[in-house]
T-cell receptor, first 107, second 113 residues
Framework: RKEVEQDPGPFNVPEGATVAFNCTYS??????FFWYRQDCRKEPKLLMS???SGNEDGRFTAQLNRASQYISLLIRDSKLSDSATYLC????????FGPGTRLSVLP | NAGVTQTPKFQVLKTGQSMTLQCAQD?????MSWYRQDPGMGLRLIHY???????DQGEVPNGYNVSRSTTEDFPLRLLSAAPSQTSVYFC????????????FGNGTRLTVT
């Protein structure tokens, strides 16, 4: 089993849709959790850190369930500019990246 | 504010050649790391450093060397390039070893023929 697994995607959604990404991790000692977005042929950029109580940043909501070792990202009111690959990242002794889930928001 | 600077952006090597990928950060970050990204795979850790003079191996260290003589710089050396090292390489830094978010450089696209 991979350390960090994500929905395989791709997700193709219309503008304005709500989309949810799921991520599971295998290391129960993991301490920090993040969502990054990566545009084609560019470097990953931090979208948001994920806190135990859940957190929201505008249209983006992240949730963490330590008992189930599960992280989620919800995007509301999708914009064309949200089209990217979303990477789940987990930190234990080092940062471990999921393979990413590609999102295409269609006009 | 430059953040993490990587050079070069693109490089083509012949099998057996050596080269150094440069990485510098101006944020006084303790933690620096190198990743490679291949199609269909997540970013994989090559080497990392938790401070000047300290380096350690990641998941895929073979064929690569690193050094950390200063807090700012963390070069990655390919000793004898192989086609399997064709990849996109990212340098990233973090404030400390405690899981602060990573900040990435722009990446280096390396092709080995």
């Amino acid at each position: 089993r991979k350390e960090v697994e994500q929905d395989p995607g791709p997700f193709n959604v219309p503008e304005g849709a709500t989309v949810a990404f799921n991520c599971t991790y295998s290391n129960s000692a993991s301490q920090s959790f993040f969502w990054y977005r990566q545009d084609c042929r560019k470097e990953p950029k931090l979208l948001m850190s994920v806190y135990s109580s859940g957190n929201e940043d505008g249209r983006f909501t992240a949730q963490l369930n330590r008992a189930s070792q599960y992280i989620s990202l919800l995007i509301r009111d999708s914009k064309l500019s949200d089209s990217a690959t979303y990477l789940c990242v987990v930190y234990g002794q080092n940062f471990v990246f999921g393979p990413g889930t590609r999102l295409s928001v269609l006009p | 504010n430059a953040g993490v600077t990587q050079t070069p952006k693109f490089q083509v090597l012949k099998t057996g050649q050596s080269m150094t990928l440069q990485c510098a950060q101006d944020m006084n970050h303790e933690y620096m790391s190198w990743y490679r990204q291949d199609p269909g795979m997540g970013l994989r850790l090559i080497h990392y450093s938790v401070g000047a003079g300290i380096t350690d191996q990641g998941e895929v260290p073979n064929g690569y060397n690193v050094s950390r003589s200063t807090t700012e710089d963390f070069p990655l050396r390919l000793l004898s390039a192989a086609p399997s090292q064709t990849s996109v390489y990212f340098c990233a830094s973090s404030y400390d070893r405690g899981g602060s978010p990573l900040h990435f450089g722009n990446g280096t696209r390396l092709t080995v023929t």
